[in-house]
């Protein structure tokens, strides 16, 4: 097996997260998490075919995770909550706030799942307690609770039969596996699926192929890591940079991966983990868009939020 890694995007993200590929326009989005506290654009879109690169600004809100819409555009987690937004027009709108009594937490990673519900975890900003939760929106934009106890949630994601949810709480080097209830939405059984307690690198995004094995991006180390539904690490490919953050299926096959990173440096989580190291600058390309192709895996459609 031969594989390529290139560069697609000379970005610089200060905390590149959530790549999406859109399969009917063939178009890849993905965010800047925190760009705007840094003067950056903090959502992007990309045209493979073309080249043509886009970028926005949300001014006012660091986004957590996008994801796509069956009406069209895209629904956001920020910072305070779930938003609709428009990449065209650059419309803004509120759903529902979320944690507003925590006022150290803001939405971080997120997913569809296949009855068109989305899924969003947050984060403590300060990497610190476990006062996080997992909220849950459906197509009629209700919002429920159905997990908490969380520093930073990152990488959920579901089996191909929808019957396990993965999740990682990146500070407690811990990603889990629950039983999920696709008919609905509620996650039980909760067991470590993954520990990364005595391994070099972090857990931070995930998503799953069409075999059933979860391709994970590792902080630190710079690997994206492929393990099997029982948790045993099939392979692992080093990337250009040591921080890459999410991992997403794209291409007219589903079968080359697109890789996010981060340029940031300071991580208030150093302070009470010692995974990660205190850097004077970035690494050269951090921040930059990879992409392997040749692996002769392919992936499964991202499903759209259905309200």
């Known amino acids: 097996m031969t594989y390529k890694i290139e560069c697609v995007v000379e970005c610089e993200n200060y905390l590149g997260e959530s790549p999406i590929w859109d399969v009917d326009s063939g178009m890849f ?4 998490g925190t760009g705007r506290r840094k003067g950056k654009d903090n959502i992007f879109r990309l045209n493979p075919r073309s080249g043509n690169f886009e970028s926005r600004l949300i001014p006012d809100h660091d986004i957590g995770a996008l ?5 069209g555009g895209l629904i956001l987690a920020v ?11 650059g419309n803004l709108d509120l759903i529902q706030l979320i944690e507003e009594d925590l006022p150290r ?12 519900r989305f899924i969003a975890g947050s984060m403590d900003d300060q990497e610190e307690l476990d006062i996080c939760g997992l909220w849950r929106l459906d197509p009629d934009l209700s919002v429920s609770k159905i997990g908490g106890g969380i520093i930073c949630t990152n990488g959920p994601s579901w089996s191909p039969d929808d019957k396990i949810f993965y999740v990682t709480c990146t500070f407690k080097d811990t990603m889990w596996a629950f039983d999920y209830d696709i008919k609905n939405g509620t996650i039980s059984n909760r067991r470590d699926f993954v520990s990364t307690k005595d391994l070099a690198g972090v857990c931070d995004g995930s998503t799953v192929d069409s ?8 902080l630190v180390t710079g690997d994206i890591v492929r393990r099997s539904p029982d948790g045993m690490e099939e392979r692992r490919i080093g990337m250009p940079v040591k921080n890459v953050t999410s991992v997403m299926f794209g291409g007219d096959k589903l079968d080359e991966i697109y890789v996010t990173s981060m340029a ?3 991580h208030p989580g150093s302070e009470h983990h010692d995974t990660f190291i205190k850097e004077v600058t970035p690494q050269f390309g951090a921040g930059s868009v990879f992409k392997v192709t040749g692996l002769g895996i392919k992936g499964i459609e991202e499903p759209r939020f259905g309200g």
């Not at 937490?105 to 068109?116: M, P």
């Open 264 to 266: 940031r440096i300071d």
């Open 211 to 218: 075999e059933g094995c979860i391709w994970t991006a590792e």
């Open 79 to 89: 910072d305070d909550g779930y938003y609709f937004y428009d990449f065209d027009n």
């Open 67 to 71: 994801a796509l819409r069956e009406e």
């Open 105 to 116: 937490t803001r939405l971080n990673d997120g997913k569809v799942d296949r009855r068109g």
């Open 29 to 32: 989005y993905w965010v800047d």
